[in-house]
């Protein structure tokens, strides 16, 4: 099955720099790459996804890269503010289970960033 | 729209009770998903279904069986509780017709096993 590993596992950051958190996957398969950022007691949130037929994807100051080829994808937020302090997460999305059609999305174990004004 | 609404959002069990964790989505989804967050593990699938009538393991399914009760409801049911499956629960669902559908959350379930 797919397995994902996530680096770093905290990042800190001062007001105003950039952040990059990077992700590696093992299934070639995979074909739908999704970041969620979750809040101390919230549910987790899409902010950003990318899939495999593209190899970036902006959103304003949020950005993600994606190679195929060495199997890895990485989160970038330029000019980072407080309120992007979060625990965010990366995930695969890989076929799973005995369903012809089941797939699920296999996440990292999260990168806690701390932006300090 | 509610989206995913489980409940209950807070219990606490002792060991050897049982539970059933219930999940409701009003998106039309096809497949949803029972994830356990604990600290530094991130987001573990625990069962899935990919639609109606379906249910598969996930990645620690031990300890945990499911119900698909219908095309909105899915539930996880612990039997006999143990304190290793103190933790919090997402129940989640995505539209399933294609791989690369948004995954949307529920606000999660803290589960304490004493």
């Known amino acids: 099955g797919e397995n994902v590993e996530q680096h770093p596992s905290t990042l800190s950051v001062q007001e105003g720099d950039s952040a990059v958190i990077k992700c590696t996957y093992s299934?070639?398969?995979?074909?739908?790459f999704p970041w969620y950022k979750q809040e101390l007691g919230k549910r987790p949130q899409l902010i950003i996804d990318i899939r495999s037929n593209v190899g970036e994807k902006k959103d304003q100051r949020i950005a993600v890269t994606l190679n195929k080829t060495a199997k890895h994808f990485s989160l970038h937020i330029t000019e980072t503010q407080p309120e992007d302090s979060a625990v965010y997460f990366c995930a695969a999305s890989t076929k799973w289970g005995i369903v012809e059609a089941g797939t699920a999305l296999i996440f990292g174990k999260g990168t806690t960033l701390s932006v300090s004004s | 729209n509610a989206g995913v609404t489980q409940t209950p959002k807070f219990q606490v069990l002792k060991t050897g009770q049982s539970m059933t964790l219930q999940c409701a989505q009003d998106?039309?989804?096809?497949?949803m998903y029972w994830y356990r967050q604990d600290p530094g593990m991130g987001l573990r699938l625990i069962y899935y279904s990919a639609s109606e009538g379906t249910t598969d393991k996930g990645e620690v399914p031990n300890g945990y069986n499911v119900s698909r009760l219908n095309k909105r409801e899915f539930s996880l049911r612990l039997e006999s509780a143990a304190p290793s499956q103190t933790s919090v629960y997402f129940c989640?669902?995505?539209?399933?017709?294609?791989?690369?559908?948004?995954?949307?959350f529920g606000e999660g379930s803290r589960l304490t096993v004493l």
């Open positions: 989640a669902s995505r539209s399933g017709l294609r791989n690369t559908g948004e995954l949307f």
């Open positions: 998106m039309n989804h096809n497949s």
């Open positions: 299934d070639s398969a995979s074909n739908y």
